[in-house]
């Protein structure tokens, strides 16, 4: 009997003077290891002065999932109009009040991190009380089953490679029982962000933020009791993904 495939995950981040420059990550089977860690090398851009790749057997097969979150797309003249959509449709649809919802947006967009500057990792907050709960924490282990293909497709339909590794980890938050994410990128040459939520999908918003600003993040709605688990599952379970839908 054939022995089952081995899967590796490979996380690649690249900084400059201590700045994050460029991160992704890919789940493999062995045998496209050195393909991936090259590319993954290649991968940054802009300058950048230390690079790490980590590469990780995995201890369990991912569990693979047929359909990303549906993508939905809305683009708008000015921001002020995206920050009420946000604080309108997170309040209408998945009952995350206003008062909660305003001013976290309005400090992602000033940097989110109580240090100052951007958070690396996600704020998890509770969607009932707008409690912040955890901070920096980072959703891992997540890609698709034919990354190749996916990206080809998705950028046939003008998204982007940001797209496909964002609606990945969206995807896999849904599943792991986040409530609702926002996110806005902290590059400041990247405008386009999303909202996503099992109920609402993946809603891609363009522009999000204005051109240059340098600040973003991503912040998690959680259910409080659900915390722990959400943490592991976010950090522990593997999850490869079949299709994208769009
Ligand atoms: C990031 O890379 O920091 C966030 C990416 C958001 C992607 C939005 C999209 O293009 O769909």
Redesign the pocket.
């Known amino acids: 009997m054939d022995k089952p495939a081995e899967y590796y995950s490979v996380r690649m981040r690249t900084t400059l003077e201590g700045k994050h420059i460029s991160g992704q990550e890919r789940i493999v089977k062995k045998e496209d290891l050195p393909k991936v860690i090259l590319e993954l090398h290649q991968r940054p851009k802009r300058e950048w002065d230390f690079q790490t790749i980590k590469v990780e057997k995995l201890k369990e097969p991912p569990k693979i999932i047929e359909k990303s979150l549906p993508i939905k797309d809305y683009k708008f003249s000015c921001i002020p109009l995206v920050k009420n959509f946000i604080v309108g449709i997170l309040e209408s649809e998945l009952g995350i009040k206003r008062e909660i919802v305003k001013p976290l947006l309005e400090k992602l967009y000033k940097g989110i991190n109580p240090q100052g500057g951007n958070l690396p990792g996600a704020l998890l907050v509770d969607y009932k009380s707008g409690e912040i709960l955890a901070e920096g924490i980072r959703t891992i282990l997540f890609d698709w089953v034919d990354r190749e293909r996916i990206e080809k497709h998705l950028l046939e339909k003008g ?2 490679e ?2 496909l590794d ?2 990945a980890l969206a995807t896999k938050n849904a599943l792991c029982g986040v409530v609702a994410e926002i ?1 806005i ?3 400041p040459d ?1 405008t ?3 909202i996503s939520s099992p109920r609402l999908g993946y809603i ?1 918003i363009s522009p999000i933020k204005d051109k240059n600003l340098p600040f ?1 993040g991503r912040i998690y709605f959680v259910e409080r009791k659900s915390l722990e688990k959400i943490i592991h599952c976010l950090r522990k379970k593997p999850i490869l993904i079949k299709e994208a839908q769009i």
């Open positions: 998204y982007t940001r797209t964002a609606l996110c990128s902290d590059d990247y386009v962000g999303y891609r973003g």
